[in-house]
C-alpha cells in the first residue's frame, strides 16, 4: 500500500484517529484531518474544517497536489448530541446536521474530482447502527446518520460508472471520546421527559464506555478498503448489537420494538 494515499476526516479522535494509525501502520500515506491539529503524529496532519466550504476545497486540493492522487477517503468527522426533539432548540439540530450530513457532503463533493480523473477510489462514509434503528433522544444524531445512508447508496449509483466504489460502515458502541464531547440538551427536572431521558441517556452512555475497541474498526475498514468487490455497508462492533440490523428488516415493526426498548434503556 506504499503508493495508496487515503484522507481522513475527523481523524484527531475515536474512530478516525485509530483508523490513521492503523493504515499508517499498513503503508498506507495517511493524511488526518481535523479542526485540531494532532502533533506530532506518524502521518501527515491538515487543518480542515468540514463545516466550511472553502476549508475543505483547499484541504483536499492541497492533498491532491502534494501526493497527486487519492485513492480513498473515509469521511468520519462527527459528534453527537443528547435531548427530546420537543426540547432540543433548532440550532443545534441544525449544528448537528452540518457536521455530520454536510461536513461529508463537503468532503466527498471535494474528492470526487480527483477519483474520476484517476479512474477510480473509494470513498467511505462513517454512518451509525443509529442510522438504521432510531435511539430515543438521540434523533438528530440518528436523523444525520439515517441521511448519510440514503445519500450513500444515491451516490453510488452515479460513481459506479467511474470505478469508485461507496460504503458504509455502520459502528456499534466503541470505546472513544465521543461519549464526553456529546452535546447535551441540559435536562430539567419539571420536564415530562426528564425521567426516561435520564435513565436512556445514562445507560446509552454506559454501554460506551464498555464498549469495543476502536482498533477492530479500523481493521474492519482495511479490510474493505482492499476488497476489489467492497460491501455497499458493513457493520462493526458486538454481535448483540449488529444482529439489531438485521432484526430490523425481517422482524414486524411492533415486535421489534418491543424487543429494542430495555435494550435502548426505554
Given at each position: 500500500m506504499e503508493n495508496k494515499v487515503v484522507l481522513i476526516s475527523g481523524a484527531s479522535s475515536g474512530l478516525g484517529l485509530a483508523c490513521a494509525n492503523h493504515l499508517n501502520s499498513r503503508g498506507w500515506q495517511v493524511i488526518g484531518?481535523?479542526?485540531?491539529?494532532?502533533?506530532?503524529?506518524?502521518?501527515?496532519?491538515?487543518?480542515?474544517d468540514v463545516d466550511d466550504d472553502s476549508s475543505v476545497t483547499s484541504g483536499v486540493a492541497k492533498v491532491v497536489t502534494e501526493y497527486g492522487q487519492l485513492d480513498a477517503v473515509i469521511a468520519n468527522a462527527g459528534w453527537g448530541l443528547a435531548g427530546a426533539v420537543e426540547r432540543t432548540p433548532t440550532e443545534d439540530a441544525k449544528a448537528q446536521m452540518e457536521t455530520n450530513f454536510f461536513g461529508v457532503v463537503r468532503v466527498v463533493k471535494a474528492a470526487l474530482p480527483a477519483m474520476r480523473e484517476r479512474g477510480g477510489g473509494h470513498i467511505v462514509i462513517v454512518s451509525s447502527i443509529g442510522g438504521v434503528i432510531?435511539?430515543?433522544?438521540?434523533?438528530?444524531?440518528?436523523?444525520?446518520?439515517f441521511a448519510l445512508e440514503g445519500y450513500a447508496e444515491a451516490l453510488a449509483y452515479e460513481v459506479e460508472p467511474f470505478n469508485i466504489h461507496v460504503t458504509l460502515v455502520q459502528p456499534g458502541n466503541f470505546k472513544?471520546?465521543?461519549?464526553?464531547?456529546?452535546r447535551k440538551v441540559p435536562i430539567e427536572a419539571h420536564s415530562p421527559y426528564a425521567?426516561?431521558?435520564?435513565?436512556?441517556?445514562?445507560?446509552?452512555?454506559?454501554?460506551?464506555?464498555?464498549?469495543?475497541?476502536?482498533?477492530?474498526?479500523?481493521?474492519?475498514?482495511?479490510?474493505?478498503?482492499n476488497d476489489n468487490r467492497p460491501p455497499r455497508r458493513i457493520s462493526v462492533g458486538r454481535w448483540n448489537e449488529r444482529i439489531g440490523v438485521v432484526g430490523k428488516r425481517v422482524i414486524p415493526f411492533r415486535l421489534f420494538e418491543r424487543a429494542a426498548r430495555s435494550s435502548l434503556g426505554v
Amino acid at each position: 500500500m506504499e503508493n495508496k494515499v487515503v484522507l481522513i476526516s475527523g481523524a484527531s479522535s475515536g474512530l478516525g484517529l485509530a483508523c490513521a494509525n492503523h493504515l499508517n501502520s499498513r503503508g498506507w500515506q495517511v493524511i488526518g484531518a481535523s479542526r485540531r491539529v494532532l502533533s506530532p503524529t506518524p502521518w501527515n496532519a491538515l487543518a480542515m474544517d468540514v463545516d466550511d466550504d472553502s476549508s475543505v476545497t483547499s484541504g483536499v486540493a492541497k492533498v491532491v497536489t502534494e501526493y497527486g492522487q487519492l485513492d480513498a477517503v473515509i469521511a468520519n468527522a462527527g459528534w453527537g448530541l443528547a435531548g427530546a426533539v420537543e426540547r432540543t432548540p433548532t440550532e443545534d439540530a441544525k449544528a448537528q446536521m452540518e457536521t455530520n450530513f454536510f461536513g461529508v457532503v463537503r468532503v466527498v463533493k471535494a474528492a470526487l474530482p480527483a477519483m474520476r480523473e484517476r479512474g477510480g477510489g473509494h470513498i467511505v462514509i462513517v454512518s451509525s447502527i443509529g442510522g438504521v434503528i432510531g435511539i430515543p433522544f438521540q434523533a438528530f444524531y440518528c436523523a444525520s446518520k439515517f441521511a448519510l445512508e440514503g445519500y450513500a447508496e444515491a451516490l453510488a449509483y452515479e460513481v459506479e460508472p467511474f470505478n469508485i466504489h461507496v460504503t458504509l460502515v455502520q459502528p456499534g458502541n466503541f470505546k472513544t471520546g465521543f461519549t464526553a464531547a456529546r452535546r447535551k440538551v441540559p435536562i430539567e427536572a419539571h420536564s415530562p421527559y426528564a425521567e426516561a431521558e435520564s435513565k436512556a441517556v445514562t445507560l446509552m452512555e454506559s454501554d460506551e464506555l464498555r464498549g469495543t475497541d476502536p482498533r477492530d474498526a479500523a481493521k474492519a475498514i482495511e479490510k474493505i478498503l482492499n476488497d476489489n468487490r467492497p460491501p455497499r455497508r458493513i457493520s462493526v462492533g458486538r454481535w448483540n448489537e449488529r444482529i439489531g440490523v438485521v432484526g430490523k428488516r425481517v422482524i414486524p415493526f411492533r415486535l421489534f420494538e418491543r424487543a429494542a426498548r430495555s435494550s435502548l434503556g426505554v
